[in-house]
């Protein structure tokens, strides 16, 4: 996760914790992850 963190999509992780909290950056660059994957292309 700390590369994660490094790239600016997510928060500071703190422990082990199981969740995270994204960034705006991070919420974009999912979205378009998943449109890109899992979205049907017409």
């Known amino acids: 996760m700390e590369i ?4 600016g999509l997510i ?5 082990k914790a199981k969740s995270v ?3 705006d ?3 974009e660059e999912s ?3 998943f449109q890109q994957l899992f ?3 017409s």
């Open 4 to 7: 994660d963190e490094e790239k």
């Open 11 to 15: 928060q500071n992780p703190v422990g």
């Open 21 to 23: 909290v994204f960034t």
């Open 25 to 27: 950056k991070g919420r």
């Open 31 to 33: 979205e378009r992850l």
């Open 39 to 41: 979205a049907k292309h």
